[in-house]
């Protein structure tokens, strides 16, 4: 975490130490809003429990590059207990939250093997994050996972990839182009970015290396209900964006309504009425949802819960009625902050800094104040938007912007170290390290989805019959 996100004022080294007596702090999720309260309250008089159901902290803004085989899962995801391991005081619990008791002040959870867990608080720190959003269509997760987790770009990384392999063996030309066709659904910073890495893999890294087909002849279409890409870069920016994505060979159609997918294809609602695109390989990219976990505190709390699920807290993020436990994150419904990894960790510190401004006795309520560090946004190799305090830049200089800003959030400097190693072979040749996928668990259908694949036995193919 880079050191001015920080605000460390006094970090509450002047704490007295209360002896058996300490404050208990409760943190549900190691994520952008949950980890860095865990640090600034880390090796201070108080007890600290980090719940979360993985054991890792994700730097989901570069998902889209493990997806793509640039980077590993471990560079983005390093263990929450290794970046932990020098607070004394933090103990980190792998259980999943089920419940909150905001009047006995518990929280209840399960361990693996169904190990019930329960925890007392003094204060509560709720930063469970969001999930994947099909505005009321949950069946397109199957045929169009997202890309929240390590696991959803593991699982994309073998479709996408599998998808040429598919195309390599396709004796039909129009199934060979069905699987040369990848729909990626939203236009925002993340369906962008994976799109231009797609096209990127297609034209560079895998040049030469098929008898059958020409990999750069890969059709990749981003399509989205709105007007424009990136809206929240502004009409200058995203114009600009629009064009590298027509540099790079991104067809990108918007005004296109998703309204049905399925294993062959997406179907589109446009001004011109319906169409059909034939792609057997979708990204689903188009919005988000808070954790259910939201909905269970706004309803215990007797606050306001948002069509998104996100539940809205008093101006310095408490809930109602319950100064001791604070939200943060995509979880919150407040003076319409953005969804963004800036917001979770300026909400976590606000919070974690409260707690310890409470120890001193100081229990004024003050407004969580948002700084707005500005946005930006790759669309390819060398290709960049950024919009930071009035300066917009596109093209190689936000490319630099970029870059800087994503390996100084990243956590670690060596994560950050062997990031950079590993853009290089990406940015000065064609090598993609990270192209590792295997046909077991699928029957020998690379298209075969998750969900269908229960079936198979352990070396991938179908259990024998009877």
Request: net charge neutral; glycine share 10%; proline share 7%.
């Amino acid at each position: 975490m880079p050191k001015f996100l920080r605000r460390r004022v006094g970090r509450g080294r002047d704490l007295p130490d209360p002896g058996s007596n300490r404050h208990r702090v409760v943190v549900v999720g190691g994520g952008f809003g949950g980890l860095p309260a865990c640090r600034f309250l880390s090796n201070l008089p108080i007890d600290v429990t980090l719940i979360d159901r993985r054991n890792h902290h994700l730097f989901q803004p570069l998902l889209y590059q493990v997806a793509t085989g640039i980077l590993s899962p471990g560079q983005i995801a390093p263990p929450l207990r290794h970046i932990l391991r020098g607070a004394e005081n933090v103990n980190v619990e792998l259980a999943e939250v089920t419940e909150f008791d905001l009047e006995r002040k518990l929280v209840h959870a399960v361990r693996p093997r169904q190990e019930p867990l329960t925890v007392s608080y003094d204060s509560l720190i709720v930063a469970a994050g969001a999930g994947q959003s099909y505005f009321g269509h949950d069946e397109f997760a199957l045929h169009a996972p997202g890309m929240k987790t390590i696991d959803d770009a593991i699982e994309l990384r073998r479709r996408i990839l599998g998808a040429f392999e598919m195309a390599e063996t396709a004796a039909d030309p129009e199934d060979q182009r069905e699987w040369l066709t990848i729909a990626v659904v939203g236009a925002g910073p993340t369906g962008v970015e994976i799109a231009g890495q797609i096209r990127e893999l297609a034209s560079r890294s895998l040049t030469g290396e098929f008898r059958r087909l020409d990999p750069a002849s890969l059709r990749v279409l981003v399509l989205d209900a709105g007007k424009e890409p990136l809206p929240a870069f502004g009409d200058n920016l995203s114009g600009r964006a629009a064009r590298e994505l027509k540099a790079l060979g991104v067809e990108l159609r918007m005004g296109a309504m998703v309204t049905g997918i399925d294993e062959t294809g997406v179907e589109i609602k446009t001004a011109n009425g319906a169409e059909r695109i034939p792609a057997r390989t979708v990204v689903w990219a188009a919005g988000v949802e808070a954790s259910p976990l939201a909905k269970q505190l706004g309803a215990a709390a007797g606050a306001k819960v948002d069509h998104a699920g996100r539940v809205e807290p008093l101006p310095d993020l408490t809930l109602p009625g319950h100064p001791e436990v604070f939200v943060v994150g995509d979880m919150v419904a407040l003076n319409d902050l953005p969804g963004v990894a800036e917001v979770a960790m300026q909400g976590s510190l606000h919070a974690a800094n409260k707690i310890v401004h409470r120890l001193r006795g100081d229990t004024e309520a003050r407004p969580f104040e948002y700084r707005d560090l500005g946005s930006v946004a790759a669309i390819g190799r060398f290709r960049a938007i950024c919009s930071i305090k009035g300066l917009r830049l596109s093209g190689f200089p936000g490319w630099v912007v970029w870059s800087a800003v994503h390996l100084v959030f990243l956590n670690g400097w060596g994560n950050r170290a062997t990031t950079l190693l590993r853009w290089y072979p990406w940015l000065l040749g064609h090598n993609r390290p990270e192209r590792v996928f295997s046909v077991a668990h699928t029957g020998g259908d690379l298209s075969t989805p998750p969900a269908e694949r229960a079936h198979l036995e352990p070396g991938g193919y179908p259990a024998p019959k009877g």
